[in-house]
């Protein structure tokens, strides 16, 4: 059975995730390269290790670059550690401003906290970039390969931290406020102000479009091994916990070939596994993704794994 509703006109996101090693890369590729003969897509990874550029055979980096041979798709690798370099030079003022009216630091602690990084931000910020890249509104699908299952619940949970984070910096600006107004009795929001609000509406976007279950699904990939199946089922239940719209799965690498001992043998080992998942995800379509003799690389096999998911 092949995946089904992404050509909804209303889904703009699709996120692929799971287990290191089952195949997220190709099978988002794969993927995007069948929603690029219909709409104009982006392709997003937010893997450190960014094997897109490995799988299409192009280098792809932090910039929009449109795939070779592949009309309508074009993709971004994200990079954290950039963009939030890039916040950083953006909202330097800001950010200064923040850090000299809510604390103690002089001038030379405010610089060194500005050329420090902040725990968790890697997540928030490869978040941030794709929300901003969706409202920019340049294309009609957005999709995003993660890193291992860890990576990217850390990655879905970016709208809590950053929301922390938030509270934390106003409730610094309230305590400066309030000494404003106690002295001249009227307080002016500032660009500090300006930034918090901003952030705080990030927040609300990001959370807003993963809880859509219209306009964002989330379709983990899995094979039919023990832990691998049993790490899925994790993420699942923490998918739920983040309201977020898992309806099919990726079933990948199935031995599907009795031709030789070999293959029998692979073929009665992974049935029972098989078997596990159809249990475990009864209430999901389990997309069946056979074993290639060949490595999914580069177009000419993307799009055979395409004809798969897609089922044409």
Not at 12 to 17: A, L, S, T
């Amino acid at each position: 059975m092949p995946l089904t509703g992404l050509e909804s006109q209303k889904l703009k996101m699709i996120i692929f995730g799971g287990k290191g090693g089952v195949g997220k890369t190709s099978c988002s590729l794969a993927c995007s390269v069948g929603l690029a003969e219909k709409f104009k897509t982006l392709v997003i990874s937010t893997d450190p290790a960014h094997s897109i550029s490995d799988s299409l055979c192009q280098e792809i980096g932090f910039r929009l670059q449109p795939v070779h041979k592949v009309p309508n798709l074009t993709a971004i690798e994200i990079s954290a550690d950039k963009a939030f370099k890039q916040f950083k030079q953006e909202h330097e003022r800001e950010l200064i401003k923040l850090f000299d009216t809510s604390t103690t630091f002089d001038a030379e602690d405010i610089q060194q906290m500005m050329s420090l990084s902040i725990p968790g931000i890697d997540e928030v910020m490869s978040f941030k970039t794709i929300i901003d890249l969706v409202e920019e509104n340049n294309y009609e699908k957005y999709v995003v390969d993660t890193a291992p299952t860890g990576h990217a619940l850390r990655l879905l949970s970016s709208p809590v931290l950053l929301d922390e984070w938030i509270k934390m910096a106003a409730k610094m600006r309230w305590k400066y406020r309030y000494m404003i107004e106690s002295f001249s009795g009227d307080y002016n929001d500032d660009e500090a102000d300006v930034m918090l609000l901003n952030l705080k509406k990030t927040v609300k976007r990001i959370a807003a479009l993963l809880s859509n279950s219209e306009q964002c699904e989330f379709i983990p990939v899995c094979i039919p091994e023990d832990m691998a199946i049993m790490e899925t089922d994790r993420l699942l239940k923490e998918l739920q916990h983040f309201q977020i719209t898992t309806r099919q799965i990726i079933l990948n690498n199935v031995m599907e070939s009795d031709e030789s001992g070999f293959c029998r043998q692979r073929k009665a080992a992974q049935s029972k596994y098989i078997e596990k998942a159809a249990v475990l995800f009864k209430k999901m379509q389990v997309v069946i993704v056979p074993v290639f003799p060949e490595e999914i690389k580069d177009i000419p096999a993307l799009v055979k794994l395409k004809e798969v998911l897609f089922g044409r």
